[in-house]
Nanobody, 125 residues
Framework: QVQLVESGGGLVQPGGSLRLSCAAA????????AGWFRQVPGKDDEGVSC????????YYAESVKGRFTISRDNAKNTVYLQMNSLQPEDSAVYYC??????????????????WGQGTLVTVSS
């Protein structure tokens, strides 16, 4: 069964850091680009970051550039999102997806079924 499982979310104070993980099961994540999205209730999904299949190219939304770092370990079938200098506006459910290519900071042509339930990030004092 194709599946992605996100973890690492939680409550953090403004200025703090979190590291999200996205572990793939049922397929080789290393064959695909991977991206992170976030969603706030009542708003559209926002693409956050994307990484090419070999990790050689990374892309970021302007809102997170310089604060977030996407990386991957294909041996572990996992993609990460290191989030630093978090702000309240970063609060959202974060989820990852696998696809065939990055177009700037968004992953496209998603692998059917390759998405998870998301992990909640809350930035608050």
């Amino acid at each position: 069964q194709v599946q992605l499982v996100e973890s690492g979310g939680g409550l953090v104070q403004p200025g703090g850091s979190l590291r999200l993980s996205c572990a793939a099961a049922g397929f080789g994540l290393g064959y695909y680009a991977a991206g992170w999205f976030r969603q706030v209730p009542g708003k559209d999904d926002e693409g956050v970051s994307c990484v090419s299949s070999n990790g050689g190219s990374t892309y970021y939304a302007e809102s997170v550039k310089g604060r977030f770092t996407i990386s991957r370990d294909n041996a572990k079938n996992t993609v990460y999102l290191q989030m630093n200098s978090l702000q309240p506006e970063d609060s959202a459910v974060y989820y990852c997806a696998a696809g065939y290519y990055c177009s700037d900071h968004v992953v496209y042509d998603r692998v059917p079924g390759a998405w998870g339930q998301g992990t909640l990030v809350t930035v608050s004092s």
